[in-house]
C-alpha cells in the first residue's frame, strides 16, 4: 500500500495605429500568441496522518509531501512524495514517480487518462517497491463523475476501484477579489471497492474498501501562486474494518502550489 497525485497556463495580442488616411488605411493584424504546449508545477502539503485508501501508514502523526510535474501535449510526468515519523525513531520515507497520458473525446464531454505509477522505498525497510497501472473516466457534466482503476502488477497483484464525484463553488466574483485572484468551495465523495489489495488479509477479491468525503479550499492569490487547506472524512468499509480493524479517521491538510 502506497499512493498516489499533478497543472496549467496562457496568453497575448497586438493593436493598431489610430491616424490613418482612407485611403491608406492599414489592415489591423493580431498576432495570436500560440498557446503553451507545457506546464509545470511545484509545491509542498503538510497532512495531520497519511492515510492511504482507507489505511493509516503514519501512526496518526503528521506527512510531509512534496510533489512536481511536467505536462506537454497531454503527457504527465510527475513526483509525489511521503515523509513522517510513523514509528518513533524510524523515519517513514516513500517516492512515487509517475507517468500519464490523458486526452478528451466526444467534444469534450469525456475525459480519459491512463498511466503507470511506482512505488519506490530508498531506505529499504519504509515499505516495498512496485509498480501499479491505472485509468480514469470523468464525465465533463454536473459533479464532473469520474470512474478509476489502479491495478498493482508487480508485488502485490491486487487492485483499488473508486466511484466518485466533485463540483467547484466559485467565490472569485461573490467576494469581488482583485485580478489574477480566485477562491472556491471544491466538496467531493468517492466510494471505492478492493479488489484483493487491501482485503488480501481476508482473502476476498471483491468487497467494500471506503467511503471518502472531503472539503477543499484553493486560493489563487497570484498567477503562480496559490495556496490551499482542506479536511476529509475516511470511512472504513468491510475490506478494512474486518481485515485490519481500521476505524474512521479525520484527516486535515494545508499546502502552496507554484505554477509555471
Known amino acids: 500500500m502506497k499512493c498516489i497525485r499533478a497543472l496549467t497556463l496562457l496568453a497575448a495580442m497586438l493593436a493598431v495605429p489610430l491616424a490613418a488616411r482612407a485611403d491608406e488605411a492599414a489592415p489591423a493584424v493580431e498576432e495570436a500568441a500560440e498557446e503553451k504546449e507545457w506546464s509545470a508545477s511545484v509545491g509542498f502539503d503538510v497532512w495531520s496522518e497519511y492515510i492511504f485508501r482507507g489505511v493509516d501508514l503514519s501512526g496518526n502523526d503528521a506527512m510531509f509531501n512534496p510533489y512536481a510535474s511536467f505536462s506537454w501535449k497531454g503527457f504527465t510526468a510527475y513526483y509525489w512524495g511521503a515523509f513522517n515519523d510513523a514509528d518513533p525513531g524510524r523515519w517513514y520515507e516513500e517516492t512515487d514517480l509517475g507517468i500519464e497520458y490523458g486526452m478528451d473525446v466526444l467534444d469534450g464531454k469525456l475525459t480519459l487518462a491512463g498511466g503507470a505509477l511506482w512505488y519506490l522505498y530508498l531506505d529499504g525497510q519504509s515499505g516495498t517497491d512496485t509498480m501499479e497501472l491505472y485509468g480514469k473516466a470523468t464525465l465533463n457534466?454536473?459533479?464532473?463523475?469520474?470512474?478509476?482503476?489502479f491495478y498493482d502488477i508487480d508485488e502485490f497483484h491486487g487492485g483499488y476501484l473508486s466511484f466518485g464525484v466533485s463540483h467547484s463553488f466559485d467565490l472569485t466574483e461573490t467576494l469581488g477579489l482583485g485580478e489574477g485572484m480566485a477562491l472556491s468551495i471544491d466538496p467531493s465523495a468517492q466510494l471505492s471497492f478492493d479488489l484483493g489489495y487491501n482485503s488480501r488479509v481476508t482473502s476476498s477479491n471483491f468487497d467494500l474498501n471506503d467511503l471518502l468525503f472531503g472539503v477543499k479550499v484553493p486560493f489563487q492569490i497570484t498567477e503562480m501562486i496559490s495556496v490551499h487547506a482542506g479536511v476529509q472524512l475516511s470511512i472504513a468499509l468491510s475490506a478494512l474494518s474486518d481485515g485490519y480493524g481500521q476505524g474512521n479517521e479525520w484527516i486535515g491538510n494545508a499546502g502552496v502550489t507554484l505554477s509555471f
Open 141 to 149: 457534466v454536473l459533479l464532473s463523475p469520474y470512474v478509476s482503476l
